[in-house]
């Protein structure tokens, strides 16, 4: 029979049970593939066998297309040490589809217990997989230090196969089998990552509400841990600008002059107005720098900043009290006046009636300072009282403001943040939906995925079993020529 008519025959057999399986590619121009692990000798024995066979194709796995089947897979070990498990997942990779192996030990010239690491092989793959228990196994020496190269056996080998006229129906059996186990492999795989992303979608989902929940509490505490901190602060700063101009205001009513009393009392309102508009303008710039901090819009400015009224200083008239000071300060000066007068009377007898118009005068003089240094002083007491008070009322002022201000903040901030909360809270929700719906499309999908691969599964089943009973029956056949 052709080798069309037996690749047809197989295609037919498997499509009988198996139809929706999509037919493997046409197969392999007659190439034999030559591979192994590393160091192995692969390259030199391909090398030799182009040599000896020239009329067949060898070629390395990095030199075969990717649709390319090989026709015989040369398995290349070293005779150096036994195949591991790494070495049988690499030929299970290179034989995938094809049924005709033949494996080789090399540098039998260097090592000469190799036949005993070819019965080690032998022994490992047939314990990996049935399929390699009737794999013929040659020793050679592609390229031998000393003598000709030891390929006869192989040559013989890969001439016996290749002339094998069951040769190409055991390939193409094979390559269905690995079609088969592919497109079962392919729900399965389809089907995990379904559950994957679904896993994934789930996992997204919790995230983005642990870190809403957690966003929302964050954000709450840090509105009420700034507000308190502006609170303080901003008390703070009122007070110190109150108790600083306080001061400087004690020392101009210390130093007060006649002349500038007048102007005393516009200077104190003037002071107030400045302090009072220093701590509106630094309450409004933190509480900016409070919702900026906070990702808030800005709060809107309050009301014009007030000042306490100051009016003008207490100095009322003291009419009894410059009574007492008049006469206190004439006997001050008729004392001074009668000293000098009987000073001069002992030290100028003659200049005695002209000197003591002279010592009345310094004496008028002397009550005339004694009762304006007296007032002065009495008139700076009351302005050192009265800035006190002045500077009490404009404390009370600042922090009344302060409070108010903090107040009015802690509330455009409290419904900015409830406003943004509810916007975020709508964007989760959205998300959240689309996640949902995610989920939804992949539970439908992954309901009909098994159900499809459930329907499937016999199918597939029953053409492996029909396959690998067809590729059974052919090596037991084999094998029982063999023993004959």
Request: proline share 5%; glycine share 6%.
């Amino acid at each position: 029979m052709s080798a069309d008519g037996s690749v047809d025959q197989v295609d037919d057999l498997v499509r009988a049970l198996a139809p929706e399986v999509p037919a493997p590619g046409p197969g392999s121009g007659g190439t034999v593939l030559v591979t192994g692990p590393w160091l192995a000798g692969s390259t030199s024995l391909a090398a030799a066998l182009r040599t000896r066979m020239p009329d067949v194709v060898f070629a390395e796995p990095d030199e075969l297309a990717q649709d390319d089947v090989p026709v015989v897979v040369v398995f290349v070990v070293s005779a150096a040490a036994p195949v591991a498990l790494s070495d049988c997942a690499l030929l299970d990779a290179a034989a995938a589809r094809t049924d005709a192996v033949v494996g080789v030990v090399t540098k039998i010239d260097v090592h000469k217990r190799w036949r005993e690491v070819l019965e080690a092989d032998s022994s490992a793959l047939r314990q990996h997989s049935a399929r390699y228990r009737q794999m013929p196994w040659v020793g050679v020496a592609a390229a031998p230090q000393l003598g000709e190269p030891q390929l006869d056996g192989l040559v013989a080998e890969l001439r016996d196969q290749l002339a094998d006229p069951d040769l190409v129906r055991r390939n193409r059996l094979r390559h269905w089998e690995y079609q088969l186990l592919k497109t079962r492999r392919s729900h399965d795989d389809a089907a995990d990552d379904r559950e994957v992303a679904a896993q994934r979608l789930r996992r997204r989902r919790a995230e983005l509400l642990r870190e809403s929940r957690l966003d929302r509490g964050q954000r709450t505490i840090a509105l009420r841990s700034q507000i308190q901190q502006a609170r303080v602060q901003l008390s703070y700063f009122g007070r110190s600008r109150c108790a600083s101009v306080l001061s400087e205001l004690h020392e101009d009513a210390a130093a007060m002059t006649r002349r500038r009393l007048p102007a005393f009392g516009p200077y104190v309102a003037r002071r107030v107005d400045e302090v009072v508009g220093e701590v509106d303008e630094g309450v409004t710039e933190h509480l900016a720098d409070v919702a900026h901090e906070l990702k808030l819009p800005p709060v809107p400015p309050g009301p014009v900043a007030v000042g306490p009224v100051v009016g003008q200083p207490p100095l009322r008239s003291r009419r009894l009290e410059m009574r007492l000071v008049l006469l206190l300060g004439a006997g001050f000066g008729l004392g001074v006046a009668l000293t000098l007068i009987r000073l001069l009377a002992d030290l100028a007898p003659g200049f005695a009636v002209g000197g003591v118009a002279v010592c009345v005068l310094v004496g008028l003089a002397v009550t005339v300072w004694v009762v304006g240094t007296r007032g002065l002083l009495q008139d700076r007491a009351v302005l050192d009282r009265w800035v006190g008070e002045v500077m009490a009322n404009t404390r009370a002022a600042v922090d009344q403001l302060v409070a108010t201000r903090v107040v009015a903040a802690e509330a455009a901030l409290t419904t900015a943040l409830a406003e943004q909360e509810e916007s975020d809270r709508r964007e989760l929700a959205e998300g959240i939906d689309g996640i949902d719906a995610r989920l939804r499309e992949l539970a439908l999908s992954r309901a009909r995925a098994a159900a499809a691969r459930e329907a499937a599964a016999p199918a597939i089943a029953a053409a492996l079993t029909a396959v690998r009973a067809e590729l059974d029956a052919y090596h037991d056949s084999e094998n029982g020529l063999q023993s004959r």
